[in-house]
């Protein structure tokens, strides 16, 4: 599909920080207009990868239930670790990603407050681990709008 | 002349007896929390012609937060005439009769700026440490400000020293759990830790501003804060809340170490100590720059819930869910020591 949406989206912040937004009448409709700019430049940004970190960090959390299978003693929440940890996505649409995606971390929660209860340095790596991919997660998503 | 121009005009007429005009009203884009309105208010009586500039603060129908327009009146006339710079109210309307909505009418403070990426640029910019230094400093005043000799004791609901913290963790979990459209594994990781390793009592009582940051000050171009506005989200608690949201990351607006673009967090933290007589105990305020994470995070998540169900059409409420919301987790991951520097972003 050409032009790449890319170019498309640098070409619409473009109009709207240099063309619209100058010429509206008041201050409030001129914020709202940059801020447009602001919510495209990010758009921009999540669209070329948007698929990619999804099942990228769909990945780091199944290998996290895998490990996790060998240290959790509790049955209940070892069978959805096993359970959970074999969904795999029937689409690469963004949507379908994303619903994996919330089922996983959803457990991922479940299991961090699980493993901070358990004793031993394999529960304190695995700890680890989790708070490991919550940072990686964080930098998959980092948008250059953002301030930290 | 425009609707709300009229209803205001004839509002205002019936309010104070005599003939009102309003002229050049204009919607301006600060306070997120109400549309803010500026306007000139000329008065006609007798042989007496007064021109005033004033501000319209009128309950939107969604807001970043659900706050209490009392509040916010209670707040700012009790820090009137203090060395808090506050704007002159003129009424609040709490009947949505008249405008549609409840509303406050105060002074506008004339020659200030509060957008901080205008304060990030000349003429302000050069004038950052001076404005930082009024900013904490002022911060110290409210702190240090006795809820009872102001009167707002008498306002604002009660809390014991050692139940401050738990009633502001109990009010942003339960936003949370109310608002999340997502699973938020790392504040959910944040509330647990909150919960197992709670601060000390609060030093004393005191009223806390409850959104003090830099787009609520109002600076002039020789660096000085003239105003504090949005006053309503005000309560009484411990002061290290305001001093823990003052210097939170997602503040940070030249994206370097500056807090609130203005100072370094220990400069911040020093000013903020001796204008308040308050010494800072860097585990409890760790604890609270955490409870600042969890309270953006509810926020951010909160707005982008208004947009994502079309209840609000204003791009500030999704520029807060793509523009916030990964930052705050990065803030507080990086304040509970798990933020992995080496991954690339």
Same mark, same amino acid.
């Given at each position: 599909?050409?032009?790449?949406?890319?170019?498309?989206?640098?070409?619409?912040?473009?109009?709207?920080?240099?063309?619209?937004?100058?010429?509206?009448?008041?201050?409030?409709?001129?914020?709202?207009?940059?801020? =447009?700019?602001?919510?495209?430049? @990010?758009?921009? %940004?999540?669209?070329?990868?948007?698929? +990619? $970190?999804? *099942? #990228?960090?769909?990945?780091?959390?199944?290998?996290?239930?895998?490990?996790?299978?060998?240290?959790?003693?509790?049955?209940?929440?070892?069978?959805?670790?096993?359970?959970?940890?074999?969904?795999?996505?029937?689409?690469?649409?963004?949507?379908?990603?994303?619903?994996?995606?919330?089922?996983?971390?959803? =457990?991922?929660?479940?299991?961090? @407050?699980?493993? %901070?209860?358990?004793?031993?340095?394999? +529960? $304190?790596? *695995? #700890?680890?681990?989790?708070?490991?991919?919550?940072?990686?997660?964080?930098?998959?998503?980092?948008?250059?709008?953002?301030?930290? | 002349?425009?609707?709300?121009?009229?209803?205001?005009?004839?509002?205002?007429?019936?309010?104070?007896?005599?003939?009102?005009?309003?002229?050049?009203?204009?919607?301006?884009?600060?306070?997120?929390?109400?549309?803010?309105?500026?306007?000139?208010?000329?008065?006609?009586?007798?042989?007496?012609?007064?021109?005033?500039?004033?501000?319209?603060?009128?309950?939107?129908?969604?807001?970043?937060?659900?706050?209490?327009?009392?509040?916010?009146?209670?707040?700012?006339?009790?820090?009137?005439?203090?060395?808090?710079?506050?704007?002159?109210?003129?009424?609040?309307?709490?009947?949505?009769?008249?405008?549609?909505?409840?509303?406050?009418?105060?002074?506008?403070?004339?020659?200030?700026?509060?957008?901080?990426?205008?304060?990030?640029?000349?003429?302000?910019?050069?004038?950052?440490?001076?404005?930082?230094?009024?900013?904490?400093?002022?911060?110290?005043?409210?702190?240090?400000?006795?809820?009872?000799?102001?009167?707002?004791?008498?306002?604002?609901?009660?809390?014991?020293?050692?139940?401050?913290?738990?009633?502001?963790?109990?009010?942003?979990?339960?936003?949370?759990?109310?608002?999340?459209?997502?699973?938020?594994?790392?504040?959910?990781?944040?509330?647990?830790?909150?919960?197992?390793?709670?601060?000390?009592?609060?030093?004393?009582?005191?009223?806390?501003?409850?959104?003090?940051?830099?787009?609520?000050?109002?600076?002039?171009?020789?660096?000085?804060?003239?105003?504090?506005?949005?006053?309503?989200?005000?309560?009484?608690?411990?002061?290290?809340?305001?001093?823990?949201?003052?210097?939170?990351?997602?503040?940070?607006?030249?994206?370097?170490?500056?807090?609130?673009?203005?100072?370094?967090?220990?400069?911040?933290?020093?000013?903020?100590?001796?204008?308040?007589?308050?010494?800072?105990?860097?585990?409890?305020?760790?604890?609270?720059?955490?409870?600042?994470?969890?309270?953006?995070?509810?926020?951010?998540?909160?707005?982008?819930?208004?947009?994502?169900?079309?209840?609000?059409?204003?791009?500030?409420?999704?520029?807060?869910?793509?523009?916030?919301?990964?930052?705050?987790?990065?803030?507080?991951?990086?304040?509970?020591?798990?933020?992995?520097?080496?991954?690339?972003?």
């Amino acid at each position: 599909m050409k032009p790449d949406v890319s170019v498309y989206f640098r070409e619409l912040v473009r109009a709207l920080r240099e063309d619209f937004a100058p010429k509206l009448p008041t201050a409030f409709e001129q914020g709202a207009a940059l801020r =447009l700019a602001m919510l495209s430049q @990010a758009a921009s %940004e999540e669209f070329d990868r948007a698929a +990619a $970190r999804r *099942l #990228e960090e769909n990945e780091a959390m199944r290998r996290l239930f895998e490990r996790a299978s060998s240290i959790v003693k509790t049955p209940d929440l070892l069978t959805r670790l096993q359970t959970v940890g074999c969904l795999r996505e029937d689409s690469i649409h963004v949507s379908a990603l994303d619903r994996v995606n919330q089922t996983l971390r959803d =457990l991922l929660i479940e299991l961090h @407050a699980h493993v %901070e209860t358990l004793a031993g340095d394999d +529960a $304190r790596a *695995l #700890e680890a681990d989790i708070w490991f991919e919550f940072s990686a997660s964080t930098a998959r998503r980092a948008l250059s709008i953002g301030r930290f | 002349m425009g609707r709300l121009e009229e209803a205001l005009a004839s509002y205002l007429t019936r309010h104070f007896g005599h003939a009102v005009r309003v002229e050049s009203l204009d919607r301006i884009p600060v306070g997120a929390s109400r549309e803010t309105y500026r306007f000139v208010m000329r008065a006609d009586r007798e042989a007496e012609l007064t021109a005033r500039r004033m501000i319209l603060r009128l309950d939107p129908p969604t807001s970043l937060i659900e706050t209490d327009r009392r509040t916010e009146y209670a707040a700012i006339r009790a820090f009137h005439g203090s060395d808090v710079p506050v704007p002159e109210l003129l009424l609040i309307e709490e009947d949505p009769e008249a405008l549609g909505a409840s509303f406050i009418v105060m002074q506008e403070i004339v020659g200030g700026e509060a957008a901080p990426y205008r304060l990030i640029e000349p003429p302000y910019r050069a004038n950052l440490e001076t404005t930082g230094q009024h900013k904490w400093s002022i911060l110290g005043s409210i702190a240090k400000t006795d809820p009872a000799a102001c009167g707002l004791d008498r306002v604002l609901p009660p809390v014991a020293a050692e139940d401050c913290w738990r009633q502001e963790l109990q009010r942003w979990e339960t936003m949370l759990d109310a608002d999340e459209l997502e699973p938020q594994p790392i504040q959910r990781a944040a509330i647990r830790w909150m919960k197992r390793n709670p601060p000390p009592p609060a030093q004393r009582i005191s009223v806390v501003h409850g959104d003090y940051r830099t787009g609520n000050l109002l600076v002039s171009d020789t660096g000085a804060v003239i105003g504090v506005l949005d006053w309503e989200m005000a309560h009484l608690g411990d002061p290290l809340e305001d001093l823990a949201w003052s210097i939170n990351r997602v503040w940070c607006f030249r994206k370097d170490e500056r807090r609130g673009g203005m100072l370094p967090k220990d400069e911040a933290i020093a000013i903020w100590e001796k204008s308040s007589g308050l010494a800072v105990d860097a585990d409890a305020l760790r604890w609270w720059e955490l409870l600042a994470c969890l309270k953006g995070q509810a926020i951010w998540i909160s707005a982008t819930k208004e947009y994502q169900t079309g209840a609000t059409h204003d791009p500030l409420m999704a520029l807060a869910g793509w523009m916030q919301v990964n930052s705050q987790d990065r803030a507080t991951l990086e304040l509970m020591g798990r933020l992995s520097h080496g991954i690339s972003t």
